[in-house]
């Protein structure tokens, strides 16, 4: 996520909200370039994130820290698929302005 000091986290996801759920944006102004800009980062990140925890070996008798792998895995898709769902919903909510 881009960040911009002063800002907290929470700033951020509620600005990320209303750019998504608010007014719909034009597909040619900057506001939506910056929000298919960020989905492609965000996604990346997660990509090369699933890409590592696939590079983590555990032994068979590791119970545990399969367990976690496993659990990681699982969030780090679940992240995946709600940024996706988030960038549809965007675009959907654009097409209307093109």
């Not at 800009?37 to 997660?46: A, D, P, R, S, T």
């Not at 590592?52 to 008798?61: H, I, S």
Request: hydrophobic share 35%; with cysteine; glycine share 6%.
């Amino acid at each position: 996520m881009l960040r911009t000091p002063g800002r907290t986290a929470t700033d951020r996801s509620t600005s990320h909200r209303q750019a998504l759920y608010g007014p719909p944006k034009s597909p040619s102004s900057p506001e939506y370039a910056g929000l298919v800009k960020q989905h492609i980062f965000i996604g990346e990140n997660l990509l090369q994130t699933l890409l590592w925890l696939d590079g983590v070996v555990c032994q068979p008798t590791w119970e545990e820290a399969r367990a976690e792998r496993k659990a990681a895995v699982k969030f780090v898709q679940g992240q995946l698929d709600e940024c996706d769902a988030a960038f549809k919903t965007l675009k959907e909510r654009s097409k209307s302005l093109a």
